[in-house]
């Protein structure tokens, strides 16, 4: 799993660019990848910039804020 392939699953620029995607909904879609190095992209993605971190019914989320 790279950092981009989260970013596409996240937002569709063309379609749904201000998506939210919650912390459940990226690991089931990244299936049975490591959760702790999941969080660790997530986490660095979150410095620099890239993603926000929101709350969406009382779970954690993400939105992309650039590419």
């Not at 799993?1 to 990226?26: G, H, Y």
């Not at 969406?56 to 804020?65: D, I, L, T």
């Amino acid at each position: 799993m790279r950092k981009i392939d989260i970013l596409n699953f996240i937002t569709d620029f063309r379609k749904v660019p201000n998506q939210v995607k919650t912390l459940a909904e990226i690991k089931a879609y990244v299936g049975s990848f490591d959760e702790l190095q999941l969080i660790s992209m997530l986490e660095e993605m979150k410095q620099m910039r890239t993603l926000r971190e929101l709350e969406k019914n009382g779970e954690r989320a993400f939105q992309v804020m650039a590419k």
